[in-house]
């Protein structure tokens, strides 16, 4: 069984002068000896609200959640 870790990935845009930070998810592979991981999986712009999916995460990884269900558990996220 492959290990799989997931992490925050922050984007920053400007639309009309207007600047935004969103907060997506990855998961990596586990990393290899030269410190470099694969990107499995990844949703963008799930939210602007870091901490909330901090909590997120680190579910995910307490849970050793596969890479193949993750667009499942960001639907389910964004439905609360």
Request: with cysteine.
């Amino acid at each position: 069984m492959k290990s799989v870790t997931y992490g925050i990935v922050e984007e920053k845009y400007a639309l009309h002068g207007q600047n935004r930070v969103a907060y997506g998810i990855a998961a990596y592979a586990e990393a290899e000896q030269n410190g470099t991981a694969t990107v499995l999986a990844s949703v963008n712009d799930i939210t602007s609200d870091k901490q909330k999916l901090e909590k997120l995460v680190f579910c995910c990884n307490q849970l050793g959640l596969s890479e193949l269900h993750l667009k499942d558990v960001v639907e389910d996220f964004l439905a609360e």
